[in-house]
């Protein structure tokens, strides 16, 4: 896995924060409680001088861990997050993961609706997923959350759109071009604080975190930050392998992702 220089890409994700904030009057960034959720809102305060300044929205399902809610009010109160939570239904849907995909995207494009907001910083990644890699830093979506991956605006020489359709919304990906281990060794040097069930307990741990109806453990010894990045520079499995609805195939997903799900 290639290790990049982490400050070339804190100085890009924060200019993109910045820039977002700049760009758009209503901006919120999702969090899901995740290390590049959490990562994302300490580059935030490195970008506002210490603080997060919008709020953080957390798509609640209702069946998230227990460590996971804990981790979402210790935190909160730490860095005294605006936190907004969006109670999204479990129901059947599209995707076949009742507790995700339509489901929450419902939930966001009310929360988007109540508050205004129009656009949201959003912590995915380009390796994570096929269909990701496709993403623009600032990508816009329609009215309906639909995503037009086949006529995106260019981005060249740091000059990101802010165009929008009527009634639509931006997404802005600050740390699309930082990889697992990058997320990591950023974790390890700004001592960010994460979620527990990253750590190993007996034998296993949570490489990437959803709820509890989606999410299974992988085998690993790794009971610290060290300990991950170390396990990282070995490993050949995929990151997301415990993630059930990851394992789609990688047309599936984005079709899934142009309808507008999260």
Not at 6 to 23: A, D, V
Not at 64 to 82: K, N, V
Not at 156 to 174: F, Q, T, V
Request: proline share 3%; hydrophobic share 35%.
């Amino acid at each position: 896995m290639i290790e990049q220089d982490l400050n070339e890409l804190e100085n890009k994700s924060t200019y993109i924060i910045r820039e977002g904030k700049l760009k758009f009057s209503k901006v919120a960034a999702l969090w899901s409680m995740g290390k590049d959720s959490t990562t994302v809102l300490q580059l935030s305060r490195k970008a506002f001088m210490g603080k997060v300044p919008f709020p953080v929205i957390h798509i609640d399902n209702g069946i998230d861990f227990p460590e996971t809610y804990e981790f979402r009010s210790s935190l909160r109160d730490e860095w005294g997050l605006e936190l907004i939570v969006a109670k999204s239904e479990i129901k059947n849907e599209l995707s076949g993961f009742s507790c995700c995909g339509e489901n929450k995207t419902k939930a966001l494009q009310g929360v988007m609706k109540e508050y205004g907001f129009e656009a949201l910083i959003v912590s995915i990644r380009r390796d994570e997923h096929g269909i990701r890699a496709k993403e623009r830093y600032f990508s816009p979506r329609s009215k309906e959350f639909k995503w037009d991956y086949k006529n995106q605006p260019l981005e060249l020489w740091d000059n990101y759109a802010s165009r929008l359709d009527e009634e639509g919304h931006y997404r802005i990906h600050p740390i699309l071009d930082w990889n697992e281990i990058d997320i990591w060794r950023y974790i390890e040097r700004e001592k960010i604080p994460v979620n527990p069930l990253y750590f190993s307990e007996s034998g296993f741990r949570y490489r990437s975190l959803g709820c509890t109806h989606c999410t299974v453990p992988v085998q690993s010894d790794a009971s610290n930050v060290g300990e991950i990045i170390a396990e990282l520079r070995v490993s050949t499995s995929e990151e997301r392998e415990g993630r059930e609805q990851d394992k789609e195939k990688e047309y599936v997903m984005q079709k899934l992702r142009s309808l507008g799900y999260m």
